[in-house]
């Protein structure tokens, strides 16, 4: 696979910029994320300036993914094009202000592309147009041009940083399962993209039924379920090399619902021996193997806390399924979801504050999020069969797989943000399930 | 001539399963071995000969169905792997393999381990009535490989299932 992380040399502050202007704590362009934001923030991004003769299609479209992004966010709304008076034809010529305030742009991006051969130089300002200054400092990316997209994702996550105060997710990748086929004859794929469904590649080839891949926080392992050998299995891949190897020391007839520690030595996971399914730690350096739920019930879909203390999981002991959390040892495990129905799924925030799961109620599904304790559950989305959520790295929104009903029913990719707004469909080349976000770059 | 000799015996067999299932749940009398068992899987030999996979699918039964989240045996699934039982230990060349399943309802890692719970009880069964454990094992598929497609009850019913392959020679 590329390595695009390698071929994206720095992010250099360039020293030939104006100083910054440090942005008054209460200024006008600020997009605190609450409940209360419904109003997206104005903004016009030009099309970036082609500094050189083979830049300008780049310049193009490096402006409409940050547009892409930002918009596709929910906080922001962009001013059209159409409605531009003033133009950016050199990236160094000062803002005429007056003009972007008549359109009440209130942010305005602007950037600039130069290419030599295969390397491309990105640069870009985001303006406070109501304040007349500039929002922090004009940065920099250098990259290859098959790199392209994500330097646009920086410079995006760069805008959304800067305007929230909080860090960005463009810059960032999904594993994935990409389906083909009728539900009885369905092909499933392991695949990564960017987090816009952009850059699709395979990384296994379609033989064996794959299940649930799951990122490393540091994005470079992802862990699966695989029947490779006839019967469900853990398997590791490293993303960089594509080269996969079936975990060992598993024991049990299947093992599945892999995740990773926050240290990426540990894995958790689901072990089922005879009727009984249980949740198993393992030291994947040693194959060293820990049983940390021992109830005669199903225990499974384990999910780390961010500092890796504690593990939420999901049991059927009490009849149904339900969400518990326990020490990440193993030992006395505690309730938390006791709403109307089922619960399963859970996946603990990049935060640490909250947990997203899956419920099932009177015949629907739902995505939803609660605090770590059980409380304030917050049902985001409800279809005929919603499942699995992943969060972005921010924490703010949610990935997760909607399959539609009947014999042609396929599934697919969407995304919701925590408050439950801005619902949309993640463009996959075929059907998708199985989201795991991966973290920022 | 011959080919219509066959027809009949399938047909006789259909008969028989149907009987056997009829009222199982409330979807009443399903075709159930009116479907390929294992998915593309060829079955060896013809439905006449007593001794034959085929017969063994068709016949006799090679799976049995639960209700939504449950891996008990009814009295008929159980009438059906009694079946099995005496199947498997008048030909005892042939080792099962038992797989399990679950309707679309559900969750991913939840349904595999609801599979497993059905596959393991039709496991245990088989074994308690006098198959040698040493013939079987199980795998359970979750819903990932339904064989009915619509999203209501009456293909739910079918897709919740532990079907019995059998195959001669060893278990892995």
């Known amino acids: 696979m590329k390595q695009v992380v390698a071929s994206l040399l720095a992010v250099l502050i360039m020293a030939v910029i104006a100083p910054s202007v440090v942005l008054a704590q209460n200024g006008p362009l600020r997009i605190e994320i609450t409940e209360g934001v419904i109003e997206p923030l104005p903004y016009a991004v030009p099309d970036f300036v082609a500094e050189s003769a083979g830049a300008r299609d780049m310049a193009q479209q490096i402006a409409r993914v940050v547009a892409d992004d930002l918009t596709g966010s929910g906080l922001f709304r962009e001013v059209p094009r159409e409605a531009h008076i003033s133009q950016i034809t050199s990236f160094g010529s000062p803002v005429q202000f007056a003009d972007w305030k008549a359109i009440n742009a209130q942010a305005l991006i602007t950037g600039a592309v130069s290419s030599d051969g295969n390397r491309v130089v990105v640069k870009f300002r985001v303006w406070d147009v109501f304040a007349g200054t500039e929002l922090g400092q004009g940065m920099q990316f250098a990259g290859t041009a098959d790199g392209w997209r994500r330097m646009a994702h920086k410079v995006a996550d760069q805008v959304y940083s800067r305007i929230t105060g909080e860090s960005g997710y463009f810059d960032s990748r999904v594993v994935f399962v990409s389906e083909s086929g009728p539900k009885d004859q369905r092909a499933k794929r392991l695949a990564v993209m960017d987090y816009d469904g952009a850059n699709v590649q395979y990384l296994t080839g379609g033989n064996a039924l794959v299940l649930a891949p799951r990122f490393s926080e540091d994005g470079q392992r992802v862990l699966y379920t695989s029947y490779e050998t006839g019967m469900p299995r853990v398997h590791v891949l490293e993303v960089g090399t594509v080269q996969s190897r079936i975990l060992q020391g598993q024991e049990g007839v299947m093992s599945f619902a892999p995740r990773f520690a926050p240290n990426g030595q540990t894995v958790v996971y689901s072990l089922t021996q005879g009727s009984n399914t249980d949740i198993w730690a393992m030291d994947i350096a040693t194959g060293g193997t820990r049983q940390l739920t021992s109830a005669p019930s199903i225990e499974t879909a384990p999910s780390y806390s961010p500092n890796g203390s504690q593990i939420v999981f999901e049991s059927d002991r009490s009849g149904t399924q339900q969400l518990y959390v326990m020490p990440a040892s193993g030992g006395e495990a505690r309730r938390i979801s006791f709403g109307q129905g089922r619960y399963s799924t859970p996946v603990w925030s990049p935060r640490g504050d909250m947990i997203a799961f899956t419920k099932q109620n009177a015949g629907r599904f739902h995505i939803g999020v609660m605090r770590t304790d059980g409380s304030e559950e917050r049902l985001l989305t409800a279809s005929f069969l919603d499942e699995g959520p992943t969060w972005a790295p921010n924490g703010r929104v949610i990935m997760f797989a909607r399959e539609t009903q009947g014999a042609q029913g396929s599934s697919s990719l969407y995304t919701v943000d925590i408050s439950g707004r801005n619902l949309k469909r993640v463009r996959t080349p075929e059907g998708a399930s199985d989201p795991s976000w991966g973290p920022l770059q | ?172």
């Open chain 2, 1 to 172: 001539m011959r080919l219509s000799a066959k027809l009949t015996m399938l047909m006789a067999g259909l008969a028989v399963s149907a009987c056997t299932n009829a009222n199982r749940f409330d979807n009443g009398a399903v075709d159930l071995n009116a479907a390929t068992g294992n998915a593309g899987g060829f079955v060896a030999g013809s439905a006449s000969d007593p001794s034959s996979p085929a017969y063994f699918q068709q016949t006799i039964g090679d799976r049995v169905l639960f209700a939504v989240d449950q891996s008990t045996l009814s009295p008929s699934a159980r009438a059906t792997l009694d079946g099995q039982v005496q199947w498997l230990l008048t030909n005892a060349d042939y080792n099962g393999v038992i797989e399990g399943h679950a309707d679309e309802q559900g969750t991913r890692a939840y349904n595999l381990a609801l599979g497993a719970r059905r596959a393991n009880a039709v496991m245990e069964y088989l074994i308690a009535q006098g198959v040698p454990a040493n013939r079987l094992r199980f795998v359970s598929y979750g819903k990932e490989r339904p064989i009915e497609i619509c999203s209501d009850e009456s293909c739910y019913a079918k897709n919740r299932r532990a079907v019995t392959i059998i195959s001669a020679g060893l278990t892995g």
